[in-house]
Structures are given as structure tokens and as C-alpha cells.
């Protein structure tokens, strides 16, 4: 049992040991997300946690072949921040095959925990930070692996083959909704910060 | 430690009790989603699993008002099945305020297990019916809660106020690809059935 136990814990700080230092190279070659940064280094900090992957959320046109699931997609363009509907606008009208979607993704965080116990307290904070969707994807000895993901999305067909679906005044609005979204997320990925440094001390 | 095992046990069984009478009185009463029907019979006669809720996917209108979540918002029509665009045409000419949306929203399902090792099984199996989220959103003696979700989506305003945002044959469009979401939907249960049914045996 003891030495089972050990297993666990060895295989934890090894799993906690190449995140972080993933992380120090994301953050050195400023590849990190900067939204996440604060959280995902005062989560290196801990003796029990770490991440392994954030995104703030983001706004895309996913090019997608008939009968293919998103998995086979292509990103046709992607943006991290809020965007212009120009910027949009000239993206829709480069060239494409098959069908380009819009889409609005919500923030998505992974969090490692070495015990039950400790990811526990993740779940417990993050509803109050206003994250509904969220729990443990994997959960074994030294390994207990959290997905937390955000509500904020938008996701709709803008153009098949060399059609354009959309009027452009009705894209302005689009993004206008699509840009709130992302500043909504920015917001509760504050709240999340605040609370799990508070869950994790 | 004995005494805490048997008072985990107690639990788990009285809830599973509940809403094994909660399924037949929604059964009875023609309220259970037909599509979730066969799993969740076969899951409430296992010893060590209960289901507690489930969506098979559905269609909708949204009507949010400025700077609501979904939380606060009011369905102002919602399709459990695939619809028919003069339907939504109709709904959409109906009195509303705010803002509507409309919505495809993926499969959920709930599932209780007795314990970690149980509930892992359902981890073990969802991918492989193609359920890339769901975790584990309890984790407590006697309590362990998986919410299974799948990513078949669409989310778009359509109406402002008095004013409608889409021409007709777009929402035709739109409702063809939500349509053949919900049918997506309807595949994926299917093998998420045969997959966990062999898991909990």
C-alpha cells in the first residue's frame, strides 16, 4: 500500500515537473495565454497543483468539409481577443472550400491535483466563480486531472462554398455579440483567479 | 471507518432509490426523453449506478434581456425533436422582447455511482461512443456525479426587439444544420447505450 502510495506520489511531481516547465517556456517565447498567466503561475507555486492548458476563449472560422466533425476541421482564421468585423468581413471573403462557421469558444482550463481531496476544492470554488461547467476527467492514484469550461458561445454556418450567407450589417452584430462574450469570459476568469488562489493556499 | 463505509452506502442507495422512482413516475407519465429511455433503464437495474437526469438534444428559442445570463432567461419556445423552419418562422413573428436566440444544444446526461472506481468506468467508455466532455462534477462518499455532455451545437441571435435578423431562407438553412445535429445527437446516444451497458454489467 505504502508503496503504491509512493507510485502516486512520484508520478504526480514528474506529471507537475513538465507543466511547469512547459509553462516557463510558453511564458519565456510569450506563446502563454496572458489572461490565464496570473492564475497559471500562482498555481505552479503550489505543492499539490498545476495546470496543464488554458485558453481565454476565442473567436474562429472553422472550415469544415461535409460529413466531418470539428476533430477534422480546419481553422480557416482564429483570434484570441476581440476582433473587427472587418477583419471578419476579409477573412470570409479569402478563399475556402466547403462550409466556414463562426464560432465563439468559452475559456477552458485544465488543473492537475495530486489527491481527490485537493481537486475537491476546485470544484467546490468554481461555481462560485461563475463557472458552470466543469469536473474531473480523470481521476487515478497521482493523477487527478480537472476541465473547467466556460458558458459564453456563439456558433453559426457564414458561408458554403463561395457563398457568403451573412449580410455584412448582420456580421457587425455578430462580432459585436462574439466580442462581449470574450469580455464576459475575461471577467470570470478574474473571479476564477481569485478563487482557487484563495482554494489552493 | 467501517461506520463511514456503511453511512456512504446508506446514501448511495437511498438516492439511487429516489431517482429510480423519479424515472418510473416520468416513464409512467410519458415525461422521460424516449431517446435516453433504454439507457437509463438499463442503468437503474445495476446495483451501483443511477442516472439522475437527461436531454436527448433540443432546439430553441432564448429570449434574454440586456445583459442576462441564460440563467435568467425565458424559453420562449423549446423543440425536443427536429422542427420544421415555417415553426420557427411562426414563433419568431410571435410577441417577444430583448433579444432572441436560437439554440441547439447537445445531449446531457447525469450518472451516479457508488464509488470512484465505478464512476471511472463511464470515464473509460464515453470516448469511445464519442463523447469527447463530461466529468466527474461530485466526488464525495457515497456520491460520485458524472455529467456527460456532447459538443453538437449552434447559437446564434436571431431577433432584436421587434425586428427580425434573419431572411427566411437562411433560417431555413439554419434549421437544416440544427436538424441534423439533433439526428447526430441521436446516433451518439445509441452507442453511448451500448458502450456503458457493457461497462456496468
Known amino acids: 500500500m505504502e508503496k503504491k502510495e509512493n507510485t502516486a506520489k512520484t508520478r504526480f511531481q514528474m506529471t507537475k515537473k513538465r507543466h511547469s516547465e512547459t509553462l516557463e517556456k510558453a511564458i519565456k517565447e510569450k506563446k502563454a495565454d496572458s489572461e490565464f498567466m496570473g492564475l497559471c503561475r500562482a498555481i505552479a507555486k503550489t505543492k499539490n497543483f498545476f495546470t496543464s492548458s488554458c485558453c481565454s476563449g476565442r473567436i474562429m472560422l472553422l472550415e469544415l468539409q461535409p460529413g466531418e466533425t470539428k476533430k477534422d476541421a480546419r481553422f480557416h482564421k482564429k483570434w484570441h481577443c476581440t476582433v473587427k468585423t472587418k477583419e471578419v468581413w476579409n477573412a470570409l471573403n479569402e478563399t475556402s472550400s466547403g462550409e466556414l462557421w463562426l464560432r465563439m469558444e468559452p475559456l477552458i482550463l485544465h488543473i492537475g491535483a495530486d489527491s481527490l481531496e485537493n481537486a475537491n476544492k476546485i470544484l467546490d470554488v468554481m461555481k462560485k466563480a461563475g463557472v458552470k461547467r466543469g469536473g474531473l476527467i480523470v481521476a487515478k492514484p497521482g493523477k487527478f486531472l480537472l476541465e473547467l469550461e466556460g458558458t459564453q458561445r456563439m456558433s453559426l454556418p457564414?458561408?458554403?462554398?463561395?457563398?457568403?450567407?451573412?449580410?455584412?450589417?448582420?456580421?457587425?452584430?455578430?462580432?459585436?455579440?462574439?466580442?462581449?462574450?470574450?469580455?464576459?469570459?475575461?471577467?470570470?476568469?478574474?473571479?476564477l483567479e481569485k478563487e482557487i488562489i484563495k482554494a489552493v493556499k
Chains 1, 2 share one sequence.
Open 158 to 191: 457564414v458561408k458554403s462554398g463561395k457563398k457568403i450567407l451573412v449580410e455584412k450589417d448582420f456580421l457587425e452584430l455578430l462580432v459585436k455579440k462574439a466580442n462581449e462574450k470574450m469580455k464576459k469570459n475575461k471577467k470570470t476568469i478574474k473571479r
